[in-house]
């Protein structure tokens, strides 16, 4: 069926047996034998070339669904097959060993669950909410909620704020306040505008109510890899504020008239009853819970104290 599929997409059976990595002679009889099986041409072969017969048309139709079946199939099976050898693979927007929130997840859920291996993925989050469908990632973090969320399920980690990411000897970096307009006429770092069309439009519009034309001068991702460019001075970027970045030779400044909410958030696939993603999920609940607590409490001690409010006790995870 594949060799089939080829040829249908190719129109032509030596860019077909390129494409499968076969002998085109090889590939004309498999193609035969097919029509003698199913009894049908499912080709018009001239001298200009080859197309599908009416036949053809069908049967190319109901072979990608066979296909798509199969490799679903296959998908499901493997992630069932993930849960008993006591396994999770989990994705996240930025490197999950740099992500300090990353590692209490993992050590609140490996507390009570030593036996089992997290395998953990740098995509963004649109690929992230592919391989979620596809059964390849049981979760991932992202920014970008999926475009279909009949099929997805979500937690909010960490209510998260854009901010400007400035390579460590930029004037700017050293200033107490800045102010959008102050990054009028720098070259910008950016994610490529596929990845989030609505968010980096939102951007652009708030530099152009600031004065001034957002210049993307290098596109980049994942998020390692556009802050590195920022660290060599390529530009400057506006992205949400790290969870964690060990770097040295990029700051990341808040922008004091510029306010464009990024959450931070837990997807997965609703169909998904993984009963090891279901306490994954808990420990990231608590540890989000715990999260927004002590933000609670930093934001109490900058506006002083408010004895009514008992502090909230620490996180267990012992």
């Not at 009416?54 to 139709?61: D, F, K, R």
């Not at 036996?115 to 992202?142: K, M, N, P, W």
């Not at 937690?155 to 700017?172: G, K």
Request: glycine share 4%.
């Amino acid at each position: 069926m594949r060799y089939f599929v080829a040829v249908a997409e190719e129109r032509n059976f030596t860019r077909a047996a390129a494409r499968l990595h076969l002998a085109q002679p090889s590939l004309s009889r498999q193609i035969r034998r097919l029509e003698e099986e199913l009894d049908v041409a499912l080709f018009h072969r001239t001298k200009g070339g080859i197309t599908l017969t009416a036949a053809g048309h069908e049967y190319l139709t109901q072979v990608r669904k066979l296909l798509a079946d199969s490799a679903a199939a296959v998908k499901a099976t493997q992630a069932v097959a993930r849960s008993e050898r006591r396994q999770l693979v989990i994705g996240s927007v930025e490197p999950p060993l740099a992500s300090g929130l990353m590692a209490a997840i993992l050590k609140v859920f490996t507390t009570t669950h030593p036996d089992v291996r997290i395998e953990t993925r740098e995509y963004v989050s649109i690929e992230q909410h592919r391989y979620i469908a596809a059964r390849e990632l049981d979760a991932g973090f992202v920014y970008r909620p999926p475009e279909d969320s009949s099929l997805f399920d979500c937690l909010t980690v960490l209510e998260n704020r854009h901010v400007a990411a400035l390579p460590s000897e930029h004037p700017l970096a050293q200033k107490r306040e800045i102010f959008l307009r102050d990054l009028a006429g720098e070259p910008f770092v950016q994610f490529p505008r596929r990845l989030w069309p609505e968010r980096i439009d939102a951007i652009a519009r708030k530099c152009a109510e600031a004065g001034f034309t957002m210049r993307v001068g290098q596109e980049a991702q994942p998020t390692h890899n556009l802050l590195d460019l920022v660290g060599r001075g390529f530009g400057v970027a506006i992205v949400p504020n790290p969870i964690c970045w060990p770097s040295r030779c990029v700051v990341f400044k808040q922008i004091q008239d510029f306010d464009l909410p990024a959450a931070f958030q837990l997807v997965w696939l609703r169909s998904n009853r993984s009963r090891l993603l279901a306490d994954f999920i808990q420990a990231t609940r608590q540890v989000a819970a715990h999260t927004r607590s002590d933000d609670r409490s930093t934001s109490r001690q900058r506006n002083g104290p408010r004895p009514t409010k008992r502090p909230t006790p620490a996180l267990a995870t012992h």
